[in-house]
């Protein structure tokens, strides 16, 4: 993952946007657990074409709710992104981490 | 304890809630609800001849009683065709409840007669939706589809029930509460004390209007806050009403048909309050050249809103009307007589020019002979196109929820179900639906409906034999080549609506098509009133796609 922060964006991903940026940001979701959820969050960053690069989803305590963590990349739009994300119903919170929080980094030997 | 079939709780928990019209579309996946609903003593279901006209006949109703409506639909293509109308709900914030039925539980996922994936079809476009997956889950998913559909920021909810599901027995000790909105979203007091001081700090503010005052019932406290503070005020195509037209600080509606001194007053405006207004492209053109020299102040009740598309100096998530019974008390009265004058000369300079006005034979000509056989209490709907352009211009719009259309989405085929609607929420009212040829024919099968339910509906139908507003732009920014919008063969609107049972009266051959307009608006009951107007009636001015509002053309 360290690598890929070396070099430009593009190469990756034929199609990002310009207004993309190079910092990786975590994002930290509370989410309710039922199926659907995932599709829910997932098409909003779709629909605006907002990558993102890793998704890691678990349910919390007795199962009533999830947690989801999103890897993205900085972007002017994702204030924009975080909003709109809070606004679905079944979002309780989002909280936001910078790019080297652990939970992402201790996966890179799947990764290999 | 009670016990009873998920199918009869829906309709019961419906009932609690104070629906008491439904307008749908029955079959194979939704029959356990429709037996439920035979049982129901204070539902009324209008049975519509297009699960689309449903989902706007609900729509029209909530646009009306500003609460959550519902309609019914079966699976499959039931949902499918509901589909258009709870997107344009969802794009103008109206709050209506979709209630779609679903193939088995068990059967979900294998390509099942009549299944399609309507939960996943409809989570963008929908503020939320459920797929239920046991009867005891909809003691909590009917009440909480109504309480998202009408807190905050309304939108459309989908509900999918399985016919298995809706056939399960449910034993519970007592019904859900009957659910209210939810509380408005706290605001900061500071950021209102702000947005007050830069009132008065301003030489040449404009309040900007648009469909959330309406929805927070707020007209009357933006028009105050207006009067107070001398503010020449725009409104949106959603807020049309909010601010009576012939008010003396209305400067009409903005954007792409907006007059041309309502784009130039705003092209000055050093502060631009934007009260329940989301910025749409169709309002401001070119983004950045939108009120060039102006500070934003901005009020929604929907935070994803600010900053979404212009930068607010002041931002303040809250509903419009709390945040301007606020404002108010903090806004010192001033008279600001420089700016005013300035704003009258640009009117005189520049006003929305309305060639024909005197020929009920014309459009705007029509569209005032209609205004002056009604009064404020009639309800206006339209269609999506030129027509509904003219009349967002020239009709004399007074009150909130007097008119209702297609803002965001656009949907040709809205106005008339949408007419029925409001008929049904507010049959004491007339309803008057401007149409095209074109739109008309989108949802032209309700005319069985109307003539069924028999609702005070009039079709003002401009008929141009064209999509007028599509043969305007190929004629304006296509080389005129006129490509698909005209319809070569003429269509006898007076004979289908005849056929479907209405009543139609064709102001054409009338000697005196005044005096025939008014006995047929004045005559209860469906009717369609016809009138051929010519293709080459231009709707002036306009904001070429793309470009600023200052560079109007015509």
Redesign the interface.
């Given at each position: 993952m360290s690598e890929q922060n070396a070099k430009p964006l593009s190469e990756f991903i034929p199609d990002v946007p310009e207004t993309t940026g190079f910092n990786k940001v975590v994002l930290e979701l509370g989410v309710a657990n039922h199926?659907?959820v995932m599709?829910?969050i997932c098409?909003l960053f779709a629909?605006r074409a907002f990558n993102v690069e890793g998704i890691l989803c678990m349910p919390v305590g007795s199962g009533e709710t999830s947690r989801i963590w999103l890897l993205v990349f900085e972007d002017q739009r994702l204030?924009?992104m975080i909003?709109?994300v809070?606004?679905?119903?079944?979002v309780r919170y989002v909280e936001r981490h910078a790019g080297d929080h652990p939970v992402f980094g201790r996966l890179d030997e799947f990764f290999q | 304890m009670m016990q009873m079939t998920g199918a009869d709780l829906i309709v019961k928990l419906l009932e609690r809630q104070g629906t008491s019209t439904i307008a749908g579309v029955p079959g194979g996946a939704a029959l356990p609800m429709y037996d439920a609903l035979s049982k129901s003593e204070t539902i009324h279901h209008v049975l519509c001849r297009h699960e689309q006209g449903a989902g706007f006949i609900a729509q029209g109703m909530a646009r009306v009683s500003g609460r959550p409506e519902v309609c019914l639909a079966s699976s499959g293509p039931g949902a499918t065709n509901l589909v258009t109308a709870i997107a344009d709900a969802k794009l103008d914030s109206i709050p209506i409840i979709a209630l779609t039925g679903q193939v088995p539980l068990s059967m979900i996922g294998t390509d099942a007669f009549q299944e399609v994936d309507t939960y996943g079809m409809t989570i963008p476009i929908t503020k939320h939706n459920f797929l239920v997956r046991s009867a005891k889950e909809l003691l909590e998913v009917i009440p909480a589809a109504f309480r998202i559909a009408m807190s905050d920021r309304p939108g459309p909810v989908l509900v999918d029930v399985p016919k298995d599901v809706q056939n399960q027995m449910v034993s519970f000790e007592a019904y859900p509460d009957v659910v209210v909105p939810d509380a408005a979203p706290k605001f900061d007091i500071a950021a209102v004390e702000e947005a007050a001081k830069m009132i008065e700090a301003a030489e040449r503010p404009v309040l900007y209007l648009g469909g959330g005052v309406i929805h927070s019932g707020a007209a009357a406290m933006a028009v105050t806050l207006a009067e107070q503070a001398s503010l020449p005020t725009t409104m949106t195509l959603m807020a049309l009403g909010a601010m009576p037209m012939d008010h003396p600080l209305a400067i009409g509606m903005l954007g792409m048909h907006g007059a041309r001194y309502t784009n130039y007053v705003l092209e000055e405006a050093d502060l631009l309050i934007c009260v329940g207004a989301r910025f749409d492209d169709r309002a401001i053109g070119k983004t950045a050249e939108f009120c060039p020299n102006a500070k934003i102040i901005h009020i929604d009740i929907d935070r994803s809103e600010l900053h979404k598309v212009k930068d607010a100096h002041v931002a303040i998530a809250g509903d419009v009307g709390q945040v301007l019974a606020e404002l108010l008390p903090r806004v010192k009265p001033q008279l600001r007589k420089r700016w005013l004058s300035h704003v009258e000369s640009l009117k005189g300079r520049f006003p929305l020019a309305m060639p024909g006005i005197e020929d009920p034979r014309s459009p705007y000509g029509l569209i005032h002979a209609v205004a002056n056989c009604l009064d404020d209490n009639a309800i206006i709907t339209s269609d999506v196109g030129q027509h509904q352009m003219w009349v967002a211009q020239a009709y004399p719009f007074r009150r909130a929820r007097q008119w209702l259309n297609s803002g965001g989405l656009g949907t040709m085929g809205f106005g008339f179900p949408a007419a029925i609607g409001a008929a049904l929420a507010a049959p004491e009212r007339t309803v008057v639906c401007f149409s095209g040829d074109g739109s008309l024919k989108m949802n032209i099968q309700e005319m069985a409906t109307a003539a069924q339910e028999n609702v005070n509906v009039k079709i003002i139908l401009m008929n141009n034999q064209s999509l007028g507003l599509v043969h305007q732009q190929q004629n304006l920014f296509y080389g005129k080549r006129i490509m698909a919008s005209r319809y070569e063969r003429p269509t006898d609107f007076l004979k289908i609506a005849e056929g479907f049972g209405m009543r139609a009266v064709d102001l054409d051959p009338s000697p005196n098509p005044r005096a025939t307009l008014a006995e047929a608006l004045h005559t209860p009951g469906p009717c369609l009133i016809h009138a051929t107007i010519d293709p080459n009636e231009f709707v002036y001015p306009m904001v070429p796609p793309g470009a600023a509002n200052s560079e109007m053309i015509g």
């Open positions: 199926p659907g599709s829910h098409n629909r204030e924009k909003r709109q809070e606004k679905l119903e079944d | -």
